[in-house]
């Protein structure tokens, strides 16, 4: 067998024994295969063995591939891909003047990380049927390298956003430190929870902490035994010299 296929099914029974393990049905943890720097005829692999969800992190990257993958024909999208659809989620930093096109391919973004942004999303989303759903990107680590909201900022955050139309909150999103110590990990994913937990207890209007999308290929394990619910996985699938 197909040495990206292998590693997939791998990836899917640790998803299933970590939640085992910690008392929680493998149906409810979704994985998103990172697609990032892989080639198009490799995602279609993985779509042809049923996966339904790709992370990727550009969006000039995710729309060139897109457009090949979905067959997307002068804004039309061919009823051949509409079948077995994919859900796109936009998992990199998002600039404001790429929220336009955001918007025609992803069904999740994981990286509002400010107002500003949060706003431009509400502006470009009027005209759309549905509203816009979007993770918070928090920063759970302290890092000054990385984007997301301050722990202490988020609730604030929610605040400020409560005018903007068209745009719901669905959950939180973290990105651990880089380590190869699963464990190292395990204060920043139990703190994402806590926020969660903070947030559904304030039940702030439209806003609904359903998403932890938290866990990647060296930590994700530790993510789903902390509550993880979107896990974001590339390396462990696609890195065929193991
Ligand atoms: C690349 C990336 C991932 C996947 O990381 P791996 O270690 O390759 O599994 C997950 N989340 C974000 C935000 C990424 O940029």
Redesign the pocket.
Known sequence: MNQVIQNLDKVKQRITDAAHRSGRLPEAIKLIV?T?GVEVSKIQELIAVGVTDI?E?RIQEAEEKYEIITEKKHGQIKEKYSDNKCQWHL??HLQRNKVKSALEMFSLIHSVDSIRLYKEISKRSIDKQHPIKVLLQVNTTGEESKFGIGVDEVLTFIQGTQNYPNVKICGLMT?GIFSNIPEDNRPVFELLRKVSDKIEQEKFDGVEMKYLSMG???DFEVAIEEGANLV?????IFNTDN
């Open positions: 990172v990032k992370g992190n998992i990199g990105i990647m290929t060296n974001r996985i590339g390396t462990a």
